[in-house]
């Protein structure tokens, strides 16, 4: 994904939003690092795993539809071990929506 496109999108004020998601293909899948979110022991720090699920669980959600995300009422995340740049891929799945 082009980070310049994603900045002049989100500093739009005011008119029509177009719709980024709309746009991607149905299994958009690209590499992520994080430099800047590693700890100490050079592995994905947890407070940004836990931010990174909230941030995709809210775009699953406006993909289904909905005006607005809402609010995260409880994220639950279960560490089994590091994390490191390169080796980390997401996978999402929507089982229940309360929104719509």
């Not at 995260?72 to 929506?97: C, P, Q, T």
């Amino acid at each position: 994904m082009d980070l310049e496109h994603v900045k002049r999108f989100a500093e739009k004020e005011g008119g029509d939003y177009e719709s980024t998601v709309d746009s991607m293909p149905p299994k958009f899948i690209e590499p992520l690092v994080m430099h800047l979110c590693k700890n100490s022991g050079n592995s994905l720090h947890g407070g940004a795993t836990a931010a990174l699920v909230d941030i995709v669980g809210s775009a699953v959600i406006y993909t289904m539809g909905a005006p607005t995300t809402g609010v995260s009422v409880e994220i639950n995340v279960s560490y089994l071990d590091a994390a490191y740049a390169g080796d980390l891929e997401f996978e999402y799945e929507m089982k229940r929506n309360a929104i719509t």
